[in-house]
């Protein structure tokens, strides 16, 4: 197979992929133990891992991307009302309105940040930042 192939078949994985991490933490983003939004912070973990992953392990920003797209992709799609009436992911109550609107704000910040986040592999020693 051709390198090009191999590479829209990653970005195609990576798309699902993404979109299989988008659903699960839209479906967990509303848990909460007690005050502590516990599915709110294992989805955003999760998401981020999956983003830092597909970008470090294939040194391809357009995986993070569509890894990224996925994810957004999905959280649009199952936070929408169906056509019989119902909500895959229910209304948030008075105290937590701010949960889901952070995750609709996590993907696309996940997202854009891991794609853009400079590569310090290709500098040399003396351009380096400190720290890095």
Known sequence: MSSG???VVGWAVALSI?????TAGTVGQAYLLGP???GLILATVGCA??????RTLTGDRVNALAGGLGITAATYLFSQVGPGGS??????TAG???IPLVWTVVGPALMVLVALWPDFSKMSAAQRPAGS
């Open 36 to 38: 502590i939004p516990v």
């Open 87 to 92: 909500a895959i992911v229910a209304a948030p």
């Open 96 to 98: 937590t309105e701010w």
């Open 49 to 54: 891992a999956l983003l830092i992953a597909l």
């Open 5 to 7: 192939i191999l590479r």
């Open 18 to 22: 993404g979109v299989f991490y988008g």
